[in-house]
């Protein structure tokens, strides 16, 4: 565990130019926390190589507000500029932790990862941008099941089936299975031999839940495929005896940035967030910034809306910050 002023979420240009306004205004320390193994993720991954970065995108022209800004360059040198902004600011970002859950504690926040890394802060900023997906399993759906398969956070909004597979190995397996065993006999698929990444409270639910028989437990388990059946689904392991359920529920990672806002607690209004002029949302202390934080975003948006945070922060949870989490 580790404790922070400030935690963001996401190294992105949002979460970076916070780091960066968070810093120079002397509001430290700073941890970011980014899911992949480099700052940036998204414009390395849907940029071609070479591609023109503009300041004037969708032919909106955003004049800059706070310290971070760029004039129109390529790719490479927009991410050279952000590697420039991370040595220059010395970024505290911790690769390859995905903030899986944000939960309130003494009115200080509890920052998971994936990975068991749990960071508390007094104020949160989430910047993951709006292209998150849940991670689906590499082979195909057949089309006339697709109604009985789930993905991500989807799987607590359908709990009609009678015998279902939950797939994963982590929290939000352990969570969903333990939900759908309310009223069905739950499986639960995991490839490995043992859970590793269960917090306690759940994995305590869970053995409970699987002791009374509702749960069976399928570890070193692996799906080759799944198959429509009469039934519903039949699901085809490489290393175990088929089995016919009547939905399956994957939780594999991964989630759309809106439902990891509603499952949080934040509110809402259709797809998009609740937010004031700072990114602050209905959650004191919980801010928003980049692309999930404005109508229509580009980088220097994202750049604005960071400025926009820290003044925010500035102006009303100075003795927030203050406060021993
Ligand atoms: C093809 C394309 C071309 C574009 N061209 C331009 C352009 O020329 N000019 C312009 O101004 N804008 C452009 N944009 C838009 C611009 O890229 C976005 O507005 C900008 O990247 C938004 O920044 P952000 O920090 O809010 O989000 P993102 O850039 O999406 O960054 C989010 C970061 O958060 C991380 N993350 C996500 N979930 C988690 C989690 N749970 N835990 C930890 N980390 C997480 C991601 O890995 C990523 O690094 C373009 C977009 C696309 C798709």
Do not use: W
């Not at 009469?230 to 359920?245: A, R, S, T, W």
């Amino acid at each position: 565990m580790e404790k922070t002023k400030i935690a963001i979420i996401g190294a992105g240009p949002a979460g970076i130019a916070t780091a960066v306004e968070a810093k120079s205004a002397g509001l430290e320390p700073v941890i970011i926390l980014e899911k992949s193994n480099q700052p940036c993720e998204t414009i390395h991954k849907f940029y071609h190589p070479g591609k023109r970065v503009d300041p004037v995108y969708r032919k909106r022209k955003i004049e800059p507000e706070g310290i971070c800004r760029f004039d129109t360059c390529t790719k490479e040198e927009f991410l050279a500029l952000i590697d420039d902004y991370i040595q220059r600011y010395e970024l505290d970002i911790r690769f390859k932790q995905e903030v899986r859950n944000i939960k309130k504690e003494n009115d200080c926040f509890v920052v998971e990862t994936n990975q068991g890394l749990v960071v508390k802060a007094p104020v949160v900023v989430i910047a993951i941008g709006i292209f998150g997906r849940p991670v689906k399993p590499s082979y195909k759906i057949p089309k006339e099941i697709k109604d009985r398969v789930f993905f991500g956070t989807q799987a607590h909004l359908d709990s009609s089936f009678r015998k279902v597979l939950v797939v994963g190995g982590g929290d939000s397996a352990a969570e969903t299975a333990c939900f759908l065993a309310k009223k069905a006999q739950v499986f639960l698929s995991y490839r490995r031999p043992q859970f590793f990444r269960i917090n306690p409270t759940n994995m305590a639910h869970l053995e409970k839940l699987v002791q009374e028989g509702k749960i069976t437990l399928l570890m070193n388990t692996d799906i080759q495929r799944l198959e429509p059946d009469p039934q519903g689904i039949k699901v085809i392991f490489k290393d175990h005896d088929p089995l016919v359920v009547e939905a399956v529920y994957y939780c594999l990672g991964g989630s759309t940035p809106e439902n990891f806002l509603k499952s949080i607690g934040v509110k809402m209004e259709g797809k998009r967030a609740v937010v004031n002029e700072y990114g602050e949302t209905n959650i004191p202390g919980l801010f928003l910034a980049g692309d999930l934080a404005v109508e229509k975003g580009s980088i220097m948006s994202a750049f604005n809306s960071a400025h926009r945070v820290v003044e925010g922060i500035k102006r009303h949870h100075l003795a927030r910050l203050e406060r021993e989490c």
